[in-house]
């Protein structure tokens, strides 16, 4: 199968990026002039411009739409008011994830979903399946961009662009740039202080363009989701596939804040709820080299006496701190401060358990 492209392809191109496959999308994951680590830094640190066009789009409208969102996605969407946003999750009946996105508050008539890339066509089905009559679900994947403007001096960007930045985390708002309306959105995939810009696909470039020439000053980089990765990994967010999946659950990600409990439904209610009463599935902890290993998904994790006790879901060089650290889906008899050993390459090497984030980063500020 053909890979997607971003609307922003070519300007990836004349940048010098390396591309590689992500969710049916070729993507960039770095670009020449620095790489993974410079990018990194840069969002730490200043601020970095990534294109995630390939992240889904959707749209739930009608009378109740806000509802029904409700009655199918884990987290409390009544918690919220217009104008935010709210992180849920798509469960299985069996309580398994199907994907965790971003649901978008318009008003009680219209909810604006953002999942994973090679989710959104199962999302945006089930929604059909079960949607009552007058309720349009509608796939908008390829109408939108999305640049997600990441850093401490992301505001900064927008205000020289004349664009609100001073809205909560988890709000929207709309502004303009180029003449380009879009919505200005505070969230983010990185830690830092920053807004996810979705705007319409043909005005993606030149949006792009007056970003990237408004943060000069601030010395903005574009960064590809390669640097993208190790930013969420030191702050332990999960990727779907590898910390929820369809045998990875909520409960078992820790990811039970994303979950509305006390509402009379949602998919994978039954389930989650077992899981969460029995206590004896697998969870998801962090891990970070006592040595010079780095640890990568997939890798067999022990206890000190040899035992199996899990497997690392991601693990990578940590930038910021310099030393190797993971997620990891670890058996319960497997504590916080404990050491474990991981199968790295073929040598024993030892890690220490911890809660993550691995980093102290400034997201929430106001």
């Excluded at 960064?223 to 332990?236: I, P, Q, V």
């Excluded at 997620?327 to 050993?341: E, F, K, N, P």
């Amino acid at each position: 199968m053909d890979l997607l492209h971003s609307p922003l392809h070519d300007r990836h191109v004349a940048l010098g990026a390396k591309f590689a496959e992500f969710g049916g999308w070729d993507m960039p994951v770095e670009y020449s002039g620095g790489g993974v680590l410079a990018e990194h830094a840069a969002v730490r640190e200043s601020v970095g411009l990534f294109d995630v066009s390939h992240l889904g789009k959707a749209v739930v409208r009608g009378a109740g739409a806000a509802d029904y969102v409700n009655r199918c996605f884990t987290n409390d969407l009544a918690k919220i008011g217009v104008g935010q946003a709210q992180y849920t999750l798509c469960c299985a009946d069996d309580g398994g994830t199907v994907d965790d996105l971003i649901a978008y508050l318009r008003s009680d008539f219209e909810v604006f979903l953002m999942p994973n890339a090679a989710n959104t066509a199962e999302v945006v089905q089930r929604l059909r399946d079960e949607a009552p009559e007058g309720i349009e679900v509608a796939d908008l994947h390829r109408r939108y961009a999305v640049l997600a403007l990441q850093g401490p001096a992301s505001a900064d960007v927008l205000q020289a662009l004349d664009v609100p930045a001073d809205h909560p985390y988890m709000s929207f708002v709309t502004g303009t740039i180029a003449g380009r309306e879009l919505t200005v959105c505070r969230t983010g995939y990185t830690g830092e202080r920053g807004y996810e810009l979705v705007v319409d696909s043909e005005d993606a470039a030149d949006v792009w363009d007056a970003v990237l020439a408004a943060g000069e000053p601030q010395g903005i980089r574009p960064c590809g989701l390669g640097a993208r990765d190790t930013l969420r990994t030191e702050m332990g967010y999960p990727l779907h596939g590898h910390e929820l999946s369809p045998e990875i659950t909520p409960v078992m990600a820790r990811a039970g804040w994303a979950v509305g409990w006390d509402k009379p439904e949602f998919w994978g209610k039954e389930a989650l709820e077992r899981q969460r009463a029995e206590k004896t599935v697998s969870l998801i902890r962090g891990l970070k080299a006592e040595g010079r290993a780095i640890p990568r998904p997939g890798m067999r994790v022990s206890s000190t006496t040899g035992e199996p006790v899990g497997e690392v879901t991601s693990g990578t060089f940590s930038p910021t701190l310099r030393e190797g650290i993971a997620l990891a889906l670890l058996d319960r008899s497997i504590a916080v401060g404990d050491t474990v050993s991981v199968d790295v390459r073929g040598r024993a090497q030892s890690f220490t358990v911890v809660t993550p984030p691995f980093v102290t980063t400034q997201v929430k500020e106001s």
